[in-house]
């Protein structure tokens, strides 16, 4: 067995949410998942697997601590220090600029090939989950020029070389600050904003047990367990229909889809 442990300047977790075991090292599945690929690799090659019962991994950050302070972690509940993440354990460095120009390029590419519909995502897991659900719709394999990121750029870009249709996958995280007109979701930008989803839930006919309980939530994602299913009904598809109405703009000619996708992959609502 392996166990993480937060050593100095890395954060504890103390709300529920992050998918981490309150009271447990905030270090996600993912560094958990490739630290313990790499030490089984050198424990079986060293004649050690069977022998060895019990692995304690402890990771320390110098300066977490002070550098938490300047980051979400504290809002998320996480004390302490920082939070060890990742999808891919690749760090991919790029500036802004070059990543909106490379946008633009597969967006031409996608085009100069024939392809009359962009997809666009919100990030690394939507993406996975949208080349799944439309591969198998659409009977075609999806080319990767056909995904993008940033949100409202990139709708103009498609509006630009003139694509027939735009598909736009995304994930709660993220729609809750397109509904309100972030047209830049990343985090540094705006942050989830719990007057407005207050305001919306009330809209939608939520139960006001159920509006209030908004003000407890660490994250978005926790919307999906907050409301029952009848509220579900009401609510995410007036959150879409928010997005389209800060997406449409955008895009004056052409069809445009807005899908949610759920944490675990399935496209529960669209408009």
Known sequence: AFLFRAGEGVGTVTLPGLGLEIGGPAINATPRRLITGELTTILEENGLSGKIKEVVVTISVPGGK????RTFNPKLGIIGGISIIGTSGIVRPFSNDAFL???R???EVAKAIGCSRLVINSGAKSERFLKGYLSERLS????PQMFGNFIGKTLKIAAELQFDEVVMGIMIGKAVKLAEGALDTHSKKVVMNKAFLKELAAKAGGKPESVQKIDSLTLARELWELFSKTEQQ????LLLQKCREHCTPLLPVGKLSVLLISES???TFQA
């Open 105 to 107: 390029k597969e967006a």
């Open 66 to 69: 002070e550098l938490a302070a």
């Open 265 to 267: 992959g399935e496209i």
């Open 140 to 143: 075609e394999e999806l080319p």
């Open 234 to 237: 009401s609510f995410f598809p």
């Open 101 to 103: 120009a490379s946008i």
